[in-house]
């Protein structure tokens, strides 16, 4: 099955919510040329990644997430297209979250997902609640899981997910341009290691101290870039075709050869 991938690399500004969503829309507007099947945007895309112990941020984040559904949801049904909405800053029952929503094409939300692992080299952890639980949604026919920025070091988390079938792996960032090789390598450690296709979309610019990187990729699951953006905000379009998986999975087959008995973590 092929799906076209619009991947939204986003000049994200801290604390300027509605400039932000406006934003958003915009870049979505402009990927539709491509004519594509799903929309991916960067992590926390409606303020900005600020972990912060004040009210600043339980201030800016979206209540419920009523706003986000209400953007996303009525773009994706007005547009018929899938939109992975990277993530928001959620304020529910008195606690943040890092959640991303996944709207299909008639604009209703199929899954949500909240980030596991905060980063706690910046205060993530005292700022945001983490999630506590893995998610698996399908996106036309195709089986999706995902994770959010920090996530992706932790391949166990990766795996876990992977086991249940995933297909297309999702996941929005907000990584700095200072460890961009982290980035790539380990994008694509994960696409290769659990072979699937593996959609990382970061967001670009600066904000306060900190430089994003960009370098977006949507990668095959031989870790072939099948799209790597640079590092400013854009917009890019490419296809994956699913049928290729088969072939792959059985050539080197990893999932049979695994021995869990003896892997201890």
Same mark, same amino acid.
């Given at each position: 099955?092929?799906e ?7 000049d ?7 400039r ?36 600043a ?11 986000t ?50 980063? %706690? =080299?910046? *205060? #993530?952890?005292?700022?945001?609640? !983490?999630g506590?639980?893995t @998610? ?13 920025c920090?996530?992706?070091r ?38 290769i ?26 990668? %095959? =699951?031989? *870790? #072939?870039?099948?799209?790597?953006? !640079?590092?400013?905000?854009? @917009?890019?379009t490419?296809e ?15 999932f ?6 003896l892997?201890?973590l």
């Open positions: 099955m092929k076209k991938i619009s991947l939204i690399q986003m994200v500004e801290l604390g300027q919510v509605e932000n969503y406006e934003k958003a829309v915009q870049l979505m507007e402009l990927a539709l040329e491509d004519k594509p099947d799903i929309l991916v945007l960067p992590e926390t895309v409606n303020t900005g990644f600020f972990p912060s112990p004040d009210s941020l339980y201030a800016a984040s979206d209540a419920d997430g009523v706003q559904k209400k953007v996303f949801g009525a773009f994706a049904k007005e547009h018929g297209v899938n939109i992975v909405a990277g993530s928001v800053s959620v304020l529910e029952n008195g606690c943040v979250f890092n959640r991303s929503y996944i709207f299909d094409r008639k604009g209703e939300v199929v899954a949500s997902y909240d980030k596991i692992h905060g980063f %706690s =080299p910046m *205060g #993530e952890t005292k700022s945001y609640t !983490g506590s639980s @998610v698996h949604f399908t996106l036309d026919g195709i089986a999706c899981s995902m994770a959010i920090y996530d992706v932790f391949c166990e988390l990766i795996r876990t997910e992977a086991l249940q079938g995933v297909d297309l792996f999702f996941l929005p960032a907000a990584w700095p341009l200072v460890r961009k090789e982290h980035w790539i390598t380990l994008s694509k450690a994960r696409a290691e659990n072979q699937m296709f593996f959609c990382a979309v970061n967001e670009c610019g600066r904000a306060g101290s900190t430089q994003y990187g960009g370098n977006s990729m949507l990668l %095959s =699951p031989l *870790g #072939e870039e099948l799209l790597h953006l !640079g590092e400013k905000e854009q @917009v890019a490419a994956i075709d699913t049928d290729v998986l088969q072939g792959i999975r059985e050539s080197i087959n990893v049979r050869d695994r021995r869990p008995e892997y201890h």
